[in-house]
């Protein structure tokens, strides 16, 4: 079996009005106006065209979605708001 390291690093601009928190589930969580919390992670994409321009899509059977999250062996997740 072999291990696959994927580094992934977003910057969103976000409303001055979220934040982040802890939340009680142990992961760092934005807290949106809507009373809603959200937990970055990663989404797999797919395709079937190996050919500049192809159209990716996040649509997938849930069962090879169950099968890929069930390949994560470890998830590290560090949030931090800057300000201007």
């Known amino acids: 079996m072999k ?3 994927v580094t992934i690093q977003l910057e969103l601009d976000i409303p001055d009005t979220w934040g982040l928190v802890e939340h009680p589930d142990q992961v760092q969580a934005i ?3 809507n009373g809603q919390y959200m937990h970055m992670s990663f989404l797999p994409m797919m395709t079937s065209d190996f050919k500049a321009g192809a159209e990716w899509s996040s649509e ?3 069962e090879f979605t ?5 390949m994560v062996a470890d998830e590290e997740v560090l949030m931090k708001l800057e300000t201007d």
């Open 31 to 33: 807290k949106m106006d």
């Open 60 to 62: 997938c059977p849930d």
């Open 3 to 5: 291990k696959l390291l």
């Open 66 to 70: 169950e099968e890929v999250l069930d």
